[in-house]
């Protein structure tokens, strides 16, 4: 599994976008790359993954860059609910998912 | 569909003793992943169970242990609990899919060791 860094916390504007950095540059050519997120108490929460391409669902954007050494979560038009910690993931093995600090994301009205 | 179910949701329990948590996965699922998570040291992996059988384990003492049964409903125990055991402890089931695990959490279960 890659070491992930991500800075530890970011504020965003209500109704603005969210762009959340990871840099995973130890990640293998055919390991995923993941996103969760987990709102306070609760169990982690799944948002996207991907491996080359740029990926999009209901949640979000993901943007990995080519030489796959980085990537961006994007939440298009955040809200008060978004506020969580974001878990960016390199790889995993056998149902192990390696979280880092992660990044707290406050969302301001 | 039902998600992912942790029993119980609070648990207090002296030093010494021991503890038995339970998961029951999404209905399909066939692994299971625990997790403890902790102010100090964050989410960490315990072990994953895949149709009854340990694949992966993460680096913690013999005292925490789990099994999974043929209906891929999970248990894992610790025992001697010491004060240093309080911390949520999570599961996650999955499709285990090659690469591609997309893993759904369950609430957790709070324990706290006095």
């Known amino acids: 599994d890659a070491k992930t860094t991500q800075p530890p916390s970011m504020d965003c504007a209500e109704g603005r976008a969210a762009n959340l950095p990871c840099n995973h540059s130890?990640?293998?050519?055919?390991?995923?790359v993941y996103w969760y997120r987990q709102i306070h108490s609760q169990g982690p929460q799944y948002i996207i993954h991907g491996l080359k391409n740029n990926e999009t669902n209901e949640m979000a954007s993901l943007i990995i860059t080519e030489d796959r050494k980085s990537s961006t979560l994007i939440l298009p038009h955040a809200t008060l609910r978004d506020t969580a910690v974001y878990y960016c993931?390199?790889?995993?093995?056998?149902?192990?998912?390696?979280f880092g600090q992660g990044t707290i994301l406050t969302v301001h009205p | 569909k039902a998600g992912v179910t942790q029993t119980p949701r609070y648990l207090i329990k002296t030093r010494g003793q021991q503890v038995t948590l339970s998961c029951s996965p999404i209905s399909g699922h066939r692994s299971v992943s625990w997790y403890q998570q902790t102010p100090g040291q964050g989410l960490q992996f315990l072990f994953e169970?895949?149709?009854?059988?340990?694949?992966n384990k993460g680096n913690f003492p013999g005292r925490f242990s789990g099994r999974q049964f043929s209906n891929s409903r999970s248990e894992m125990n610790v025992s001697t609990l010491e004060l240093g055991d309080s911390a949520l402890y999570l599961c996650?089931?999955?499709?285990?899919?090659?690469?591609?695990?997309?893993?759904?959490f369950g609430q957790g279960t709070r324990l706290t060791v006095v």
């Open positions: 996650a089931s999955s499709l285990a899919q090659g690469q591609y695990t997309e893993a759904f």
């Open positions: 130890t990640i293998s050519g055919n390991e995923y």
């Open positions: 169970y895949f149709s009854e059988t340990q694949r």
């Open positions: 993931i390199g790889g995993t093995s056998y149902g192990k998912l390696t």
